[in-house]
């Protein structure tokens, strides 16, 4: 489930997060991605344990930043330095952990872009639940 608002990059585009792969264990092909993004840029996505309704340096934080999140680096594809032409997935494997199912994790993709006076571009959160 998306929620709360993305802040936008290059050319005024907002980061879109691709989050429809369910996150059920045993899942060998469970993906994340963003796309409308700066072509090119390097992405990290923010995992974290709780949501939150902040603005850190300029953009907005959907997720708690309490130093128990993770930080996972991602290259985008697409032309570099054009506005909406970044893309990428992130493919995991869900363990097959009885134990995680019921977690929720809260998760935001952070695209790095010099070409606004943030540096950044971030999308809308997502919470990622374990079935």
Do not use: C, H
């Amino acid at each position: 489930m998306l929620f709360r608002s993305g802040s936008a990059g290059t050319g005024g585009r907002i980061p879109t997060y691709l989050a429809e792969v369910p996150a059920n264990l045993g899942n060998v092909d469970f993906k994340l991605g963003v796309a409308n993004a700066r072509g090119g840029a390097p992405a990290t996505l923010l995992v974290g344990l709780a949501p939150t309704a902040a603005v850190l340096s300029g953009v907005n934080l959907n997720v708690l930043l309490n130093g128990n999140e993770m930080l996972i680096p991602l290259a985008l594809n697409g032309n570099a330095g054009v506005a909406g032409a970044g893309y990428g997935t992130l493919q995991l494997a869900v363990p097959s952990i009885p134990g995680l199912a019921g977690i929720t994790l809260f998760t935001q993709w952070f695209v790095w872009d010099d070409g606004v006076a943030a540096g950044a571009a971030t999308s809308r959160g997502a919470e990622v639940r374990f079935f």
